[in-house]
Structures are given as C-alpha cells and as structure tokens.
C-alpha cells in the first residue's frame, strides 16, 4: 500500500463547475497535509495546507481533512481553464519530509 | 525576497557519465532538501539537510548518488556514474527549519530535468 494515494485522473470538469480532488494517507501519525499544484514542465507550487480536522478555505479552494477516516480532499469551486494542471497531495509524519501522493491530474474545459 | 535557485535547467547526458546539479535555497533556510520527481509521480525526498548536516540520506543511493552542502548554504547533489534510470526532475526546496516545513511545507526550485541516453 502506498503512503498516499490519489486518483491520477483526469479528473475532468466544465468550466464553472466544483473540482473535487481527493486523497488517503495510510500513517494515522501524520500531522500536517498539503496540496501542491503543478502546472506541466514546472516545479509544485504550495497551494493550501491544513493540520485541523474540518475545512479549510482560501479563496476559491477548500481543503477538507478527516483524521478518522485518514481523507484529505480539495475542493475548486468556480473551475476555470487555468486550473488545469497536476494536484499533488503531501503528508508531513512531522520529521521535516514531506511525503507525496501520484498526483491528479485536472482538466477544466471552457 | 528571491526563491530557490536551481542550475542547470536541463542536462541531457549519456550514461555512465557524471553529472552535478545546484542549489542555492532561500537566504536565511536552514533546512534544504532534495527531492527527485519521475515522470508521472510525486517527489520523493532523495536528502534532508539541517544546516550543513544531512540527517535524512535513507533514500539516496549512496553506491552512486552524493550530496553536500558547505558552509550550510548552497547544496550540490551528484550522480556518477549515471544510469539511464536516473533520467528524472530533480527538485530542490528549502524551509526556515524543519519544523517550519513539515508544519507549513516548503519551497521548491524550478528544478533541474536530468534526460540520461
């Protein structure tokens, strides 16, 4: 089983609409979560993180984590062309390493 | 304030020959990592400085993969020889200090695209 699991996707959405992204980590010691975007060619940008069960929101991103179930997800409202790229999911066990899922990729169509 | 800095950008090489890649992290980061990401995953942490001690080197093929990072600042991460498996992006990022980064994540370079034939 791998540490952190995504869907690589596509995940496809029309413009406008929700983005849903979603990740499972399997170390219940994990402390902190991340997602990362990564436009294609380029290195991962910091988008979000969360450390507290609930919601998280910024903007026109929400990251949802719950511990019990070991789930993080990451909403996009309002889904626009640029939004297109590569979500990575990261978990920290809290020793400084930042530990990555697959990725998903997400195309947004106008 | 500037990013992390990476050089070179790309680095076509033919195996069996060495290479190096550069680092320069954010002024004032103690804490610089080395990442290397294949094509179609996510990064995966190769080393793991805190100044200029590497305290986290279980993932780095030490048979052909070395790393150092004088004066605990700029890190040079290299591979020889290179096999054409290593063909990958290897990413640098850095963070105030490891606390810092497994709360609030990090920063990464542009990275360096490593195409071994």
């Known amino acids: 089983q791998k540490e952190v699991e995504q869907n690589s996707g596509p995940l496809s959405v029309p413009e406008g609409a929700i983005a849903s992204l979603n990740c499972t980590y399997s170390d219940r010691g994990s402390q902190s979560f991340f997602w990362y975007r990564q436009y294609s060619g380029k290195s991962p940008e910091l988008i979000m993180f969360i450390y507290s069960n609930g919601d998280k929101e910024d903007g026109r991103f929400t990251a949802q984590l719950n511990k019990a179930s070991q789930y993080v997800s990451l909403l996009i409202r309002d889904s626009q062309p640029s939004d297109s790229a590569t979500y990575l999911c990261a978990v920290s066990p809290g020793t400084g390493k930042l530990i990555f899922g697959q990725g998903t990729t997400l195309q947004v169509k106008p | 304030e500037a990013g992390v800095v990476q050089s070179p950008r790309y680095k076509i090489i033919e195996k069996k020959q060495p290479v190096a890649f550069w680092c320069n992290p954010i002024?004032?980061?103690?804490?610089l990592y080395w990442y290397r990401q294949n094509l179609g995953q996510g990064p995966e942490l190769l080393i793991r400085?805190?100044?200029?001690?590497?305290?986290?080197d279980s993932q780095l093929p030490k048979d052909r993969f070395s790393a150092e990072r004088l004066k605990g600042v700029d890190s040079t991460l290299k591979i020889q020889p290179a096999e054409l498996g290593d063909s990958a992006v290897y990413l640098c990022a850095s963070s105030r200090n490891a606390g810092t980064g497994a709360n609030y994540g990090y920063t990464f370079g542009s990275g360096t695209r490593l195409t071994v034939v």
């Open positions: 002024s004032g980061h103690n804490t």
């Open positions: 400085y805190e100044n200029e001690e590497a305290v986290d």
